[in-house]
């Protein structure tokens, strides 16, 4: 089993940016990406970005790219969610999850879901 535990949520301006961080614990050799999800409140659950944890392998929404960056630590089994430019529409709660696959925007291809983390904009 892997575990993946989010952290970095909060409430921030629009224009501001926040910083997400998913640590992945467990069996990690079975993980070959790590992706970021969002959901808001009555709307599906929708792909943000995913990266592959080896090499450079990167893959974002259209809604987020020139935003956000996608990051890993590998040492520390980490992954990070850098977010700029911030817009109320990005309020949600932001899922981190681990595949074994490669960084699919489909939300199949991962097995191991976090609990999630509140990401607020204000206008």
């Known amino acids: 089993q892997v575990q993946v535990v989010e952290s970095g949520g909060g409430l921030v301006q629009a224009g501001g940016s926040l910083r997400l961080s998913c640590a992945a614990s467990g069996r990690i050799f079975i993980i070959n990406a790590m992706g970021w999800f969002r959901q808001a409140p009555g709307k599906e659950r929708e792909f943000v970005a995913a990266?592959?944890?080896?090499?450079?392998?990167?893959n974002y929404a259209d809604s987020v790219k020139g935003r956000f960056t996608i990051s890993r630590d590998s040492a520390k089994n980490t992954v990070y969610l850098h977010m700029s430019s911030l817009k109320p529409e990005d309020t949600a709660v932001y899922y981190c999850?681990?595949?074994?696959?490669?960084?699919?925007?489909?939300?199949?291809?991962?097995?191991?879901w976090g609990q999630g983390t509140q990401v607020t904009v204000s206008s």
């Open positions: 990266i592959k944890l080896s090499g450079t392998s990167t």
């Open positions: 999850a681990a595949g074994s696959g490669w960084p699919s925007p489909n939300s199949v291809a991962y097995a191991y």
